[in-house]
């Protein structure tokens, strides 16, 4: 409506700008606005609120973009986490596969003679040897004709120095009875025996201790039911598992 004589336009919520350059915006638009001749008039009313709008939505831009930014930052960092797994796991399948290799032609004939069985997994390879092979029923000895074999794969050993060699002791269901269980109270006692034993005789062989691992693991992880004499003669075994070392993390140089 016109404005009588005296009286002030009603605008209010009058704010003061937060920059230079929405003062100079808002001069054009203020040109049109009632005022005393050149003088700049007071942003207020609809103009003032227009500016606060407008710097909300330039803050809200700002932090949007902020957000986009570091959520692409963590998906790169993501992705190149990714292709370092994988790069990773890509070469431990190549060495693992050239270890199957030199493995088997190491143990060549006895694998021939299914003495030993090769097992590869993804993250190892695991040699198995029937117990009947080098310990006699009840006891933790080697046996004196297993120690061929036992030095074969000692050698085997010492041309992959970069892992670590589990040794992991299995029988059968049947309990322990007469003078073998006095000594051992129970499968526990001689799978875990067994796998020291075995132990022990690769140390002295020069294998290094810290790369040596003992378990006994009794009649709990069977291969096949223990139904049958053949399945129970299976589920009797040793295994030496070759698992690659972890590769060490960057350390920071000491000062």
């Given at each position: 409506?016109?404005?009588?004589?005296?009286?002030?336009p009603e605008?209010?919520?009058?704010?003061?700008?937060?920059?230079?350059g929405?003062?100079?915006?808002?001069?054009?638009?203020?040109?049109?606005?009632?005022?005393?001749?050149g003088?700049?008039?007071?942003?207020?009313?609809?103009?003032?609120?227009?500016?606060?709008?407008?710097?909300?939505?330039?803050e809200?831009?700002?932090?949007?973009?902020?957000?986009?930014?570091?959520?692409?930052?963590?998906?790169e960092?993501?992705?190149?986490?990714?292709?370092?797994?994988?790069?990773?796991d890509?070469?431990?399948t190549t060495?693992?596969?050239?270890?199957?290799?030199?493995?088997?032609?190491?143990?060549?004939?006895?694998?021939?003679?299914?003495?030993?069985?090769?097992?590869?997994a993804?993250?190892r390879l695991?040699?198995r040897?029937?117990?009947?092979?080098?310990?006699?029923?009840?006891?933790?000895?080697?046996?004196?004709?297993?120690?061929?074999?036992?030095e074969?794969?000692v050698?085997?050993?010492?041309?992959?120095p970069d892992?670590?060699?589990?040794?992991?002791?299995?029988?059968?269901?049947?309990?322990?009875?007469g003078?073998?269980r006095?000594?051992?109270?129970s499968?526990?006692?001689?799978?875990?025996?067994?796998a020291?034993?075995?132990?022990r005789f690769?140390?002295?062989?020069h294998?290094?201790a810290?790369?040596?691992?003992?378990?006994?693991?009794?009649?709990?992880?069977?291969?096949t039911?223990?139904?049958?004499?053949?399945?129970?003669?299976?589920?009797?075994?040793?295994e030496?598992?070759?698992?690659?070392?972890?590769?060490?993390?960057?350390?920071?140089a000491?000062?």
């Amino acid at each position: 409506r016109p404005h009588l004589e005296g009286e002030q336009p009603e605008w209010r919520g009058q704010i003061v700008l937060r920059t230079e350059g929405a003062r100079r915006i808002l001069n054009c638009a203020s040109s049109a606005l009632p005022g005393d001749g050149g003088d700049e008039a007071p942003i207020t009313g609809r103009a003032g609120g227009a500016i606060l709008v407008f710097d909300d939505v330039t803050e809200l831009l700002v932090a949007q973009r902020e957000a986009v930014q570091r959520a692409t930052a963590a998906a790169e960092a993501a992705q190149q986490q990714v292709h370092a797994q994988a790069d990773q796991d890509a070469k431990r399948t190549t060495g693992l596969q050239a270890l199957q290799q030199r493995v088997s032609q190491g143990l060549a004939t006895a694998i021939a003679q299914n003495v030993v069985t090769l097992q590869p997994a993804p993250d190892r390879l695991t040699l198995r040897v029937r117990s009947d092979t080098l310990f006699r029923p009840g006891t933790v000895a080697l046996r004196p004709e297993s120690r061929d074999i036992v030095e074969q794969i000692v050698a085997v050993l010492h041309t992959v120095p970069d892992y670590l060699y589990r040794v992991d002791g299995h029988t059968d269901d049947v309990p322990m009875t007469g003078a073998a269980r006095a000594r051992f109270p129970s499968t526990w006692e001689l799978s875990a025996v067994r796998a020291v034993a075995l132990v022990r005789f690769f140390q002295e062989r020069h294998i290094p201790a810290e790369r040596l691992v003992a378990s006994g693991h009794a009649f709990h992880r069977p291969l096949t039911p223990n139904t049958t004499p053949e399945g129970r003669a299976q589920n009797r075994r040793i295994e030496i598992s070759l698992v690659p070392l972890p590769v060490p993390e960057d350390r920071p140089a000491q000062r």
